[in-house]
């Protein structure tokens, strides 16, 4: 069966699918014209990869999962620790934000340094809280990544359009023309593609997809 199929099938993106081939996680069979030839087997695999990803089971467990590397129930006794330690920082905080209401807090009476030093050691006694640094970097990267592409690709319409605007006053060669422009168009073209790369990784290749289903 073909991709649109197996899309449908699974209700999972055609990027996601790519992204868990490139992944290990999914070996497809290429049919002699060289296209993908997808399986019923495919299809189970790529249901077990949704399963475990609404579980938040990451990709690196599910690799050691399907290498065989690690059992099932090994996979899953981990992955239930450490939704414990998640639920035990959930409570802890959900108990912050109560006590600060019940003690009317403002932000003014707020003393944000005491509450971080309480955070800190239950942090230290495994209790799991928002990683501020990983979250806000995240978003701080994306950023850059889009204004770094914007503002090259900018330079180079302004290249393209100087390179014609000159060619009108005194004109050229057409191949010689074409070859001018072609450069800066070039350029933009891989700057597109580098900023999808570089979005991809920054977002781990599938976390906006994977919202979806």
């Known amino acids: 069966m073909k991709i649109k199929q197996v899309e449908e099938l699974v209700g999972i993106t055609r990027k996601n699918i790519r992204f868990y081939e490139d992944q290990g996680l999914l070996n497809v069979e290429r049919a002699e014209n ?35 590397k690690k059992s099932l129930q090994i996979c899953l006794e981990q992955h239930l620790k450490e939704l414990e330690h998640r639920k035990e920082g959930l409570l802890k905080m959900q108990d912050m934000c109560e006590r600060l209401i019940l003690e009317h807090r403002s932000l003014e009476s707020l003393n944000a340094e005491d509450c971080l030093e309480e955070i800190e050691q239950m942090e230290k006694e495994g209790a799991k809280f928002m990683n501020v640094n ?19 690709t900018v330079l180079m319409l302004v290249t393209i359009i100087i390179v014609f605007w000159a060619n009108a006053q005194d004109p050229i060669p057409l191949g010689l023309l074409l070859l001018i422009a072609g450069i800066p168009a070039v350029i933009i073209a891989g700057t597109l593609i580098a900023l999808a790369g570089r979005m991809k990784e920054i977002e781990g290749g599938e976390e906006d997809e994977a919202s979806k289903y």
Do not use: C, N, P
């Open 134 to 152: 990983k979250t806000d970097m995240h978003k701080k990267k994306r950023t850059g990544a889009i204004v770094g592409a914007a503002v090259m």
């Open 34 to 68: 060289g296209y993908r030839e997808y399986h019923q087997e495919d299809v189970i695999r790529l249901q077990e990869i949704k399963l475990f990803r609404k579980m938040d089971i990451s990709i690196e467990e599910m690799k050691l999962l399907f290498e065989k």
